[in-house]
């Protein structure tokens, strides 16, 4: 499994253009002004510094893991810093999702796996006006995760916890539409698929769908591979680590490979 996601990340980097090989007026100008806008942010530096209080945490939590591929529930112990160190989106994957929030400006976004809550507070902090649904399936994490939410301030998110299965449906039938929605749940095919198929009658125009992990495993990529197939997609964009997805009924049909 290893040897197949270097060999993918190694095809990715070879394959992949900068903004300089992009076409799309769209995209061109999403990745030169969102994408690759780099700058230092006074935001950013506040969640960055409770990343370092959490990678020092040496409280121990009981995992509830629902996402790694396995039907079952497994539970282990495990340090927060361990986890913080392990399962955390890194700054620079955690940026870009505040990034692409702060230019879509959703009036509602949902997080799908909040872990400890960092990649929702650079949600919260993109789009203050906006409601941020965040859905947990481990207890004790969401604990950790609400904590961090307290700390920082965050006044416009909502924490749920329990099974993604059950959850996401009810949240998503209770919304008109779905502006912005961020998927790092379970990482299998068939339920990534479902995450994606159930956001569908609810997605307009100005919608954007974030998946994590597309080059994770097989299952994923063939998940990632029909998102792109389908007839609703307009316009995706593969940055390795995570895919973007738009259904702009403006653009033609493309898909884009970017380094990043």
């Known amino acids: 499994m290893v040897f197949n996601f270097i060999a993918d990340y190694l095809k990715h980097r070879f394959t992949a253009n900068s ?78 999702i505040y990034r692409l929030a702060k230019d879509s400006q959703p009036k509602n976004s949902i997080e799908l796996g ?29 604990a950790i995760a609400n904590e961090n939410f307290k700390t920082l301030n965050l006044a416009n998110v909502e924490l749920l916890v329990g099974n993604f299965d059950e959850l996401l449906p009810k949240e998503i039938e209770k919304r008109s539409k779905l502006d912005f929605v961020y998927i790092d749940g379970n990482h299998r095919k068939e339920a990534t698929l479902n995450y994606f198929k159930w956001c569908l009658p609810k997605v307009h125009q100005s919608s954007i769908l974030i998946f994590d992990d597309i080059y994770w495993s097989k299952g994923m990529k063939e998940a990632w591979k029909e998102i792109k197939q389908h007839p609703q997609v307009t316009v995706t964009i593969d940055l390795f680590w995570i895919g973007l997805v738009f259904f702009k009924t403006d653009q033609a049909k493309e898909h884009f490979k970017i380094k990043f």
Request: glycine share 4%; charged share 25%.
């Open 19 to 96: 903004r300089h090989g992009t076409h799309s007026p769209f995209v061109y100008k999403l990745v030169d002004e969102v994408i690759y806008d780099f700058k230092s942010n006074i935001e950013y530096n506040v969640i960055e510094q409770h990343r370092k209080k959490l990678l020092n945490d040496d409280r121990f939590i009981t995992v509830t893991d629902l996402g790694a591929g396995s039907h079952l529930n497994k539970n282990r112990t495990k340090k927060v810093k361990e986890i913080a160190k392990n399962a955390l989106k890194s700054p620079r994957l955690a940026q870009l």
């Open 114 to 142: 909040t872990c400890l809550g960092l990649t929702t507070a650079y949600l919260a902090k993109a789009a203050p006006e906006a409601a941020v649904l965040t859905i947990e399936g481990c207890p004790e994490t969401a």
